[in-house]
């Protein structure tokens, strides 16, 4: 487990967005979470070639 971010509520969960690299506090995260979010990011490209 990596040391960072030990002050986090969420310690040792954490997400960076985007292009920012301060990370951010995260809840536990899911393989079904992980699926429905590509899932929007691909519902959204295809909507980008519409």
Do not use: Y
Not at 19 to 36: A, C, G, Q, T
């Amino acid at each position: 487990m990596s040391p960072h971010w030990k002050d986090f509520k969420t310690f040792s969960n954490h997400v960076h967005q985007g292009n920012d690299m301060e990370p951010k506090e995260s809840p536990e995260v899911f393989i079904e979470d992980v699926l429905r979010e590509v899932e929007k990011l691909l519902s959204l490209c295809g909507e980008s070639k519409a």
